[in-house]
């Protein structure tokens, strides 16, 4: 069973090699924020308590965070492995995790650090822009499209998001540090922490992974 934490600061890249991992490997992708929706959209029990939090722009705290993961770990999908992307941020929910999956018989085969130095995280994200209409993702200096501004695969506009800029990326940062980086000497004294570059292109980072003894 291929199940896995990624790990890493805000604009590693951990969304563009999950879904490459979750193609490959054909088991679900799981983000926090997707989790969230599905819960809020079906009405689920924590779903409810955490729409309340939502709707005011606050963070879910982490009961309610805890409880919408555990509901989606009875799904039946996640028997065949799961990539996790954005749970667990502290100590305390990587201890829930742990009893989550010993309650539904899954465990944990690792946790896929994404190294990656300050500067390259802060030069991707400002120039990052997002479609307007479709929500394609580019990037100014790497991926830029065809014409200034417009997105290629339906005209739409580009836009910066407000959170995209260098000072909410470093506050974004100074928090990874704070809260989520504990995380890494909690899951290398478990003797599950994996390392890659990820200041590289997605496919060296899927070699990478590739090369691991999974």
């Given at each position: 069973?291929?199940?896995?934490?990624?790990?890493?600061?805000?604009?590693?890249?951990?969304?563009?090699?999950?879904?490459?991992?979750?193609?490959?490997?054909?088991?679900?992708?799981?983000?926090?924020?997707?989790?969230?929706?599905?819960?809020?959209?079906?009405?689920?029990?924590?779903?409810?308590?955490?729409?309340?939090?939502m709707?005011?722009g606050?963070?879910?705290?982490?009961?309610?965070?805890?409880?919408?993961?555990?509901?989606?770990?009875?799904?039946?999908?996640?028997?065949?492995?799961?990539?996790?992307?954005?749970?667990?941020r502290?100590?305390?929910?990587?201890?829930?995790?742990?009893?989550?999956?010993?309650?539904?018989?899954?465990?944990?085969?690792?946790?896929?650090?994404?190294?990656i130095?300050?500067?390259?995280?802060?030069?991707?994200?400002?120039?990052?822009?997002?479609?307007?209409?479709?929500?394609?993702?580019?990037?100014?200096?790497?991926?830029?499209?065809?014409?200034?501004?417009?997105?290629?695969?339906?005209?739409?506009?580009?836009?910066?998001?407000?959170?995209?800029?260098?000072?909410?990326?470093?506050?974004?940062?100074?928090?990874?540090?704070?809260?989520?980086?504990?995380l890494?000497?909690?899951?290398?004294?478990?003797?599950?922490?994996m390392?890659?570059?990820?200041s590289?292109?997605?496919?060296?980072?899927?070699?990478?992974?590739?090369?691991?003894?999974?």
């Amino acid at each position: 069973m291929r199940s896995f934490v990624l790990l890493g600061a805000p604009g590693s890249g951990k969304g563009t090699l999950a879904l490459r991992l979750k193609e490959e490997w054909g088991v679900p992708h799981i983000s926090t924020g997707d989790m969230f929706r599905e819960a809020v959209k079906k009405s689920t029990p924590m779903g409810l308590k955490a729409s309340v939090y939502m709707k005011e722009g606050h963070l879910v705290p982490d009961d309610i965070t805890i409880g919408v993961v555990d509901e989606r770990f009875s799904a039946p999908d996640v028997k065949k492995g799961f990539i996790l992307d954005g749970f667990p941020r502290t100590i305390p929910q990587a201890e829930a995790l742990d009893k989550i999956l010993t309650k539904y018989g899954l465990h944990l085969k690792g946790v896929i650090l994404l190294n990656i130095d300050e500067h390259i995280v802060v030069d991707r994200i400002t120039t990052r822009r997002g479609c307007s209409k479709c929500g394609e993702i580019y990037n100014v200096k790497n991926f830029p499209p065809k014409k200034e501004n417009v997105c290629d695969k339906c005209g739409g506009e580009l836009v910066q998001r407000r959170d995209d800029t260098k000072e909410v990326v470093m506050e974004r940062l100074d928090a990874y540090d704070h809260q989520t980086a504990p995380l890494i000497e909690f899951y290398k004294n478990k003797k599950i922490l994996m390392n890659i570059d990820a200041s590289r292109s997605p496919d060296y980072m899927i070699e990478q992974v590739r090369s691991f003894k999974l």
